[in-house]
T-cell receptor
């Protein structure tokens, strides 16, 4: 199993450009998440999904959109990139959880630089 | 709202013991997780505490006191490969499996 994969690994954008980050998981997980991590800081949740066709906002959703058309894929879109969106983006997935802890499995990250 | 506090950096020598504290303020607390992240790498799960007490996994242990809104991660017999950042994360009730992460503690292990 590949686990959680992300494409691309690295990207440079100019202000105002758009792009889509792709996350794929082969563990049949119901939940998927997009985080951003800025230098020396923790992870902040952008958007998440609890199942195919559903998405919800996290802590810092502004400037991003997401879609989950297939259970194994979770796309993060930037419609008009801004320098403040320069960050490392991590995708994660987990089994559905109601009462107990389910480990989140992270992808390798996408490093995005917006000039 | 919610917030998690943990020290920004800890330095220790090989073979030593390091304790990373995490205090949290949150409503609807359900459990505390710990993740490890090496430079340039992805976070990986270490441990989870839903109940008060100590959970041991090899050289690493995690503790939780719900009444004190406090937990810690204990790293024993430190090895060079333990140099990494360690994040505590809170799971809230009725939040699916969403986590809120602390700012992370960078552990530097010296020979």
């Amino acid at each position: 199993n590949a686990g959680v994969t992300q494409t691309p690994k690295f990207r440079v954008l100019k202000t105002g450009q758009s792009m889509t980050l792709l996350c794929a998981q082969d563990m049949n997980h119901e939940y998927m998440y997009w985080y951003r991590q800025d230098p020396g800081m923790g992870l902040r949740l952008i958007h998440y999904s609890v199942g195919e066709g559903t998405t919800a906002k996290g802590e810092v959703p502004d400037g991003y959109n997401v879609s989950r058309l297939k259970k194994q894929n979770f796309l993060l879109g930037l419609e008009s990139a801004a320098p403040s969106q320069t960050s490392v983006y991590f995708c994660a997935s987990s089994h559905r959880s109601v009462q107990r802890q389910e480990t989140q499995y992270f992808g390798p990250g996408t490093r995005l630089l917006v000039l | 709202g919610q917030s998690l506090e943990q020290p920004s950096e800890v330095t220790a020598v090989e073979g030593a013991i390091v304790q990373i504290n995490c205090t949290y303020q949150t409503s609807g607390f359900y459990g505390l997780s710990w993740y490890q992240q090496h430079d340039g790498g992805a976070p990986t799960f270490l441990s989870y505490n839903a109940l008060d007490g100590l959970e041991e996994t090899g050289r690493f242990s995690s503790f939780l006191s719900r009444s004190d809104s406090y937990g810690y991660l204990l790293l024993q017999e430190l090895q060079m490969k333990d140099s990494a950042s360690y994040f505590c994360a809170v799971k809230k009730r009725a939040a699916g499996n969403k986590l809120t992460f602390g700012g992370g503690t960078r552990v530097l292990v010296k020979p």
